[in-house]
């Protein structure tokens, strides 16, 4: 099998591709590196420097190598954030999808895998479970219901196979600590190794379960060997949902220090986001989760290992009318999904 794993340099991406690799399949990684990083891409894996947004290079890229599946994960992928930036998220969201798509029809593509988001959900009942209509409240979420609509249109009409994830808060190795507006976990570790205070929208009280990377990667890479997984949405995470609050406590104890939080103005972000993982139980089987304390101590060792990165101010902001105090020109966080 030869797959094509967009985003392959980035978080989720590059341990999909690590896990396609043990599968036994050929890999091709498509990367802006815009977040993601060379040393994140296994040395076996072919990289490719661009962006799915470029039509020209997708094109060529499915005629050179005829793939088999394509595991899309490459999005810019911070909820809060995308409401400032309309634009580049539809951009880079919803029109590097659809060129995919276009090529993966025209290519005759196995299956497509795409990684969508429970914020497609919005402020909808607890637990979120796949049967309930979407109702995304930012432009991120609307961007990723969008994809999930157009798969189903192209399934309708040229037959194509696809799958789609909705993982949420994923933590772990390899995720960018240096990206102030998302991914939490990374966020507290980087303001730990600068010695600044854990910054937190509002009380902390907002809560989510968030997801180690090892217990999400391996079922995405292996879907589409599953015929049961085919044409359907899966959720797919951590089951117990903790508050941000709570999450820096043991962000901070697994660097063996005591946290010290700064809390910020409250921001416009659904408040409880949990998830129902029936569905994905019922067709890949059932594991024993890894629990916070865990999986946030083996991301701690690699963080260390790292290194603290820099944080980068977003260049292109399209609206600052309402944008969070706490993001200009300072550290803050993102509880992510």
Not at 59 to 85: K, M, P, Q, T
Not at 213 to 230: E, G, L, Q
């Given at each position: 099998?030869?797959s094509l794993v967009t985003g392959g340099a980035g ?327």
């Amino acid at each position: 099998m030869r797959s094509l794993v967009t985003g392959g340099a980035g978080f989720i991406g590059s341990h999909v591709a690590r896990s396609l690799l043990v599968l036994g399949h050929d890999v091709v990684v498509l990367d802006d590196m815009s977040g993601g990083f060379a040393e994140n891409v296994p040395p076996e894996c072919e990289l490719v420097t661009g962006s799915a947004t470029d039509v020209e290079l997708v094109e060529d890229l499915f005629a050179r190598h005829g793939f088999d599946h394509v595991f899309h994960l490459a999005a810019y992928a911070a909820e809060g954030l995308s409401h400032f930036i309309r634009r580049f998220n539809y951009t880079n969201n919803v029109l590097g999808s659809v060129n995919l798509i276009n090529q993966s029809v025209i290519h005759d593509v196995r299956r497509f895998v795409f990684t969508s988001s429970i914020a497609v959900y919005g402020e909808n009942q607890l637990p979120m479970t796949e049967d309930l209509v979407p109702q995304p409240e930012d432009p991120y979420g609307i961007a990723k219901y969008a994809i999930e609509l157009d798969l189903a249109a192209a399934q309708r009409q040229f037959g194509l196979d696809y799958t789609i994830f909705r993982p949420h808060n994923v933590y772990g190795e390899h995720q960018n600590v240096g990206d102030k507006y998302r991914n939490v976990v990374g966020i507290f570790m980087n303001q730990l190794m600068q010695g600044e205070p854990l910054t937190i929208f509002g009380d902390g009280s907002q809560t989510r379960a968030f997801s180690y990377i090892d217990d999400v990667a391996p079922i995405i890479a292996r879907s589409v060997d599953v015929p049961a997984a085919s044409g359907r949405v899966f959720n797919i995470g951590a089951d117990q949902p903790h508050s941000v609050l709570h999450l820096a406590h043991v962000v901070a104890a697994s660097f063996g220090v005591e946290a010290e939080i700064r809390h910020l103005p409250p921001r416009n972000e659904v408040v409880h986001a949990y998830a129902s993982h029936d569905r994905v139980r019922e067709v890949f089987g059932r594991a024993d989760p890894t629990t916070l304390e865990v999986g946030v101590n083996r991301m701690a060792e690699w963080a260390r290992s790292v290194g603290a990165r820099r944080t980068q101010e977003f260049e292109g902001v399209e609206v600052w009318k309402e944008f969070p105090a706490g993001w200009r020109g300072a550290v803050a966080d993102e509880p992510a999904r």
